[in-house]
Nanobody, 123 residues
Framework: QVQVAESGGGLVQAGGSLRLSCAAS????????MGWFRQAPGKERQFVAA????????HYADTVKGRFTISRDNAKNTVYLQLNSLKPDDTAVYYC????????????????WGQGTQVTVSS
């Protein structure tokens, strides 16, 4: 079992930045990769970014590529999502999740999810 906990969400103006953190605990040795997802009101949960623990390989959704950066600190069992050049349509609850699979680009592969952290971008 892996526990994940997100933090760092908040209210920011369009064009601004936030950094989200996700602390993993428990049987983290079973985790292959960590991903960030988001869900806005009335929309389906959307893949944002993922990173593997071992090699640091990253994968981004086209909608955030060039604006968001995922990173990890293996010693702290923590992953980060740097959100830059934020737009109002980035407003969503952002979720961190753990997967044991190399298909880390799909939500179906994720086993454990955090509680979510709200990101609100104002015009």
């Amino acid at each position: 079992q892996v526990q994940v906990a997100e933090s760092g969400g908040g209210l920011v103006q369009a064009g601004g930045s936030l950094r989200l953190s996700c602390a993993a605990s428990g049987r983290t040795f079973s985790s292959y990769a960590m991903g960030w997802f988001r869900q806005a009101p009335g929309k389906e949960r959307q893949f944002v970014a993922a990173i593997t623990w071992s090699g640091g390989t990253t994968h981004y959704a086209d909608t955030v590529k060039g604006r968001f950066t995922i990173s990890r600190d293996n010693a702290k069992n923590t992953v980060y999502l740097q959100l830059n050049s934020l737009k109002p349509d980035d407003t969503a609850v952002y979720y961190c999740a753990s997967t044991r699979s190399n298909r880390y680009y799909t939500s179906l592969a994720y086993d454990y999810w955090g509680q979510g952290t709200q990101v609100t971008v104002s015009s």
